[in-house]
């Protein structure tokens, strides 16, 4: 269905530059950052994440491939905590590239994380979704992912109906 590649050097500079961007658009969408700050705390999250790039310990990215022409379609990114009592990973990041989307690659990925995760000795992966975006709620709904909490907010800046 899709191969995961660990990322290259130059892979992970085009990642990462995306990535930050992409991530401080989704929590201003989200509410949680200011336009003005987003950039800022996007990179200081993500320099925390991976001190040491793409060779920091128990973080692993990887390029979806499709398994014909071995094309990049999108991105995943792993972080493994094997030391805790229960074994666990947390995807970080699933970007699937705008033509390849809605055509299986997104969950294909998530099925081949799973065999990775598995290899790691994990025994649960997480992750985290913006209720602004219900095509990845879906996925992770269709390939059993459920919710362990739920944060909610309502805003004091418009009216309510009493």
């Known amino acids: 269905m899709v191969t995961l590649a660990p990322f290259t050097k130059k892979e992970f500079e085009i990642y990462l530059q995306q990535g930050i961007a992409r991530y ?20 200081s999250t993500h320099a925390k994440l991976l001190p040491e790039g793409f060779t920091t310990p128990n973080q692993y990215l990887f390029s979806i491939r ?39 690659f997104a969950t294909g990925a998530m099925l081949a994380l799973e065999i990775k995760a598995r290899e790691l000795g994990l025994t649960v992966i997480r992750l985290h979704v913006f209720a602004h975006n219900p095509a990845a709620k879906s996925l992770y709904d269709k390939l059993g992912y459920g919710a362990m909490s739920t944060n909610m907010a309502k805003s004091l800046t418009t009216r309510t109906p009493e």
């Open 24 to 43: 401080a658009e989704e929590n201003v969408q989200a509410g949680y950052w200011s336009a003005s700050e987003a950039m800022e705390k996007s990179r």
């Open 66 to 104: 499709e398994p014909v022409r071995g094309e990049q379609v999108g991105t995943i990114w792993l972080s493994a905590d094997t030391e805790s009592a229960t074994p666990s990973g947390f995807v970080y990041d699933l970007f699937i590239y705008e033509p390849f989307r809605r055509k299986g």
